[in-house]
């Protein structure tokens, strides 16, 4: 599981979208053409969720968005957080990836 500090400025968050075939097997799904990606945040204790508008990490057919925090209000709460991705494709959200965990540790001072 991936850890951050509390309040950090600038740590980059990267979700890969995937897809899953009959036999289980996951592979990269293509996000080059879709018009909206989001990430959503679920805060460990307020329970708040946060929508941070994402990029492309690279040219989109890896799979691959980020968002890269601006605020010390993203990650304002020490714990662990529920992440997880969704991409719009014209106007209708078309996909929502697997819930991962990211743990926002406390700083010394």
Sequence with gaps: MEEVQLNSLGHVIEITVQNTAADGTRSARDISGQTALKIFAKAPVSRTVQ??????????????????????????????????????????????????????????A
Excluded: C, F, H
Excluded at 69 to 90: C, F, P, R, Y
Excluded at 93 to 100: N, S, V
């Design 51 to 108: 929508t941070w508008t994402a990029a492309l990490t690279t040219d989109g057919t890896d799979g691959k968005m980020r968002y890269t925090t601006t605020a010390t209000s993203d990650l304002n709460e020490s714990g662990v957080w529920k992440i997880q991705g969704n991409i719009t494709e014209g106007a209708t959200p078309i996909y929502d990836t697997e819930i991962g965990d990211l743990r926002v540790i406390d700083n010394l």
